[in-house]
């Protein structure tokens, strides 16, 4: 989901920084291999052209449109455009292409076909790296929008728990009319066909377009679903598969989402606690339940009288925050600008600054996927979900509430789930979560590791972070880059439970936030602002 975003992705401290190198350079389009499988690609229907993101030319990366289907079920119907980005491998060990997807859903994965600097050992160097739009994402044609003045991603919102009934009614208002503007907005009939089903076989389409008999992937969050989701569909089509930070397809989205209900609300417990271990620095005290009952009383406080200019109200207080609990990145930075605010009054106007509106395209997809991929319940049983999870786990309930309430009123059809099963699949699939994860709960990785007899499951023990892997962390980058070198994993551990523990990624040093990290020219800004859309 779209909360704090930008302090997150302008400060994507301790993550690996891709800067063009020759390891990670695209090679010229007509270059050719001992494979060959180069020279296929450049027979394929795609015609590839300069990026226009200054991001991806520094890269040397290429782009091209890649038509598809609007209905698979109609091949020779309506089309629409994925965009596509790629940057070819240097090295002659030639293996193969290989697609990223951020997460989301409704995140941009263009720029992620510089994801292979990143993989240790040089081993990136050996693919063909591919970002992409999902369709109705970014620069795919067309781009769903479906209302960028939204009320519910404003400034100047009721609270978020409805401790009255015309908050209630508030919030169900503005939910409900976000929904049918989406309805109307829709004039190329996109809603009916945004299901993940259909994004796994935009995937198989680019995977025909490039020539290659097997598709090479890797999924953060959300695109681990839709990496379960291609290899059900396509079992004989899968090659090296890695899935990070991953989704219970069971539970997509509706339970999946009070699961996370519940699992921010336990790391922002760890997170306060860090900021009591580190009491010399932010001076909040050394009592982190004292601290959480400060939270609580700063944000009754902000609902009576909201700080800068009314920017900062308990929700926005609440999106800034969330971020603690999605990654250790900007623990530093997000817990000094709020130990200023809790000890001074001051820094309101910062902390607002990384609140408020946030990317409508993406909100939009993130709906259209999640409202049609499965049944949504009714508002009876929704409220009283939110109410029995809000009375031990307060922190996002409410807020990831009414951040889904659009699929309440969805107007294309919800489906029947599909469903996902690893049986057929003979590749061996990594997959990588940490402990704590709370927006991919870790039982979700377990139970995939479960449903894909062939998968192997790294554990980040006792983590917080989603989707952490190539963060510098040598126990995972590493078994990450020789299963990609070679294909090959180490035998599974029996029984229901990980079968390598890790360090997971470790909190950064405790700081006044003065001294300014970049992770800029990384790829972790770009999957944060793609794994924040969907929560």
Known sequence: MKRSLTILASLAVGAAVLVPTASSTAAPAARTTATGAAGAAERAPLVWGACESERLQNAGAQCAMLTVPLDYAKPAGKKIKIAVSRVLHTDADYKGMIAVNPGGPGGSGLGLATLGGAIPNGVGAKYDWYGFDPRGVGSSEPALS????????????????????????????????????????????????????????????????????????????????????????????????????????????????????????????????????????????????????????????????????????????????????????????????????????????????????????????????????????GWQKTKADAWRIHRKHPFLTWGNTWYNAPCLNWPAKSRKAFAVSGKKVKSRILLIGETRDAATVFTGALATRQAFPSSYLIEGVGGTTHSGSLSGIACTDNLVASYLDTGKLPARKPGKRSDRKCDPVPPPPASTGSERRSGADGFRDLLIEAQLIGR
Not at 154 to 162: A, L, M, S
Not at 284 to 291: E, Q, Y
Not at 327 to 333: I, L, N, T
Not at 348 to 370: E, I, S, T
């Open 146 to 377: 479906c209302n960028p003045n939204y009320k519910g991603a404003g400034f100047n919102r009721p609270n978020y728990v409805p401790t009255k009934p015309s908050i209630m009614s508030w919030w169900r208002k503005v939910t409900r009319n976000y929904a049918k503007a989406c309805g109307k907005a829709d004039a190329r009939r996109l809603l009916n066909h945004m299901k993940t089903t259909d994004v796994a076989r935009d995937l198989d389409s680019l995977r025909k377009a490039v020539g290659q008999k097997k598709l090479n992937y890797y999924g953060f969050s959300y695109g681990t679903y839709l990496g379960q989701v291609y290899a059900t569909l396509f079992p004989k089509r899968v090659g090296r598969f890695v899935w990070d930070g991953v989704l219970n397809a069971k539970n997509a989205f509706y339970k999946a989402n009070l699961e996370q209900n519940v699992q921010f609300d336990k790391n922002m417990n760890v997170y306060f606690r860090w900021l009591a271990k580190n009491n010399a620095t932010y001076h909040l005290g050394s009592d982190w339940k004292a601290i959480k009952k400060g939270y609580y009383k700063l944000r009754k406080k902000l609902d009576r009288t909201p700080a800068a200019g009314g920017k900062l109200g308990p929700d926005e207080l609440d999106d800034v925050m969330l971020g603690a609990g999605y990654y250790v990145y900007g623990w530093a930075e997000i817990g000094a600008a709020y130990a200023k605010l809790v000890r001074t009054g001051d820094g309101a106007d910062v902390l607002a600054q990384y609140a408020g509106p946030g990317d409508d395209n993406g909100f939009a997809v993130y709906n259209g996927v999640q409202c049609t991929d499965a049944k949504w319940p």
